[in-house]
């Protein structure tokens, strides 16, 4: 049984910093990625980044040069540095890890989602 749990959410400054943890139990590391999304109210979920078991970030354009997503396999956490911050980055954020299938990986799995709000 596959868990995440996010913590460290909270408010922020505009220019100030949070960061964000997402501890992970039950899931076996594989060639799959682990990553963090975003949804503002109304609006799609957002893939902000994502990386891979070699320790390879990918980040979107909205947040490349700000924000820092690294891991600690031996500790089973995730985490989420959050630099520069802007209002536009007020959003629930998830922490979200790939289940691995016959021919792909699949984000399937999420956390409960922890707010940031940016004033």
């Known amino acids: 049984h596959v868990q995440l749990v996010e913590s460290g959410g909270g408010m922020a400054e505009a220019g100030g910093s949070l960061s964000l943890s997402c501890s992970v139990s039950g899931y076996r590391y594989t060639s799959c990625r682990l990553g963090w999304y975003r949804q503002v109210a109304g609006q799609e979920r957002e893939k902000i980044a994502e990386i891979s078991a070699d320790d390879t970030a990918l980040y979107s354009d909205s947040v490349k040069g700000r924000f820092t997503v690294t891991q600690d396999k031996s500790k089973n956490m995730l985490f989420l540095q959050m630099n520069n911050l802007t209002p536009d980055d007020t959003a629930v954020y998830y922490c979200?890890?790939?289940?691995?299938?016959?021919?792909?990986?699949?984000?399937?799995?999420w956390g409960q989602g922890t707010q940031v709000t940016v004033s």
């Open positions: 979200a890890a790939q289940r691995r299938t016959p021919i792909r990986c699949a984000w399937d799995y």
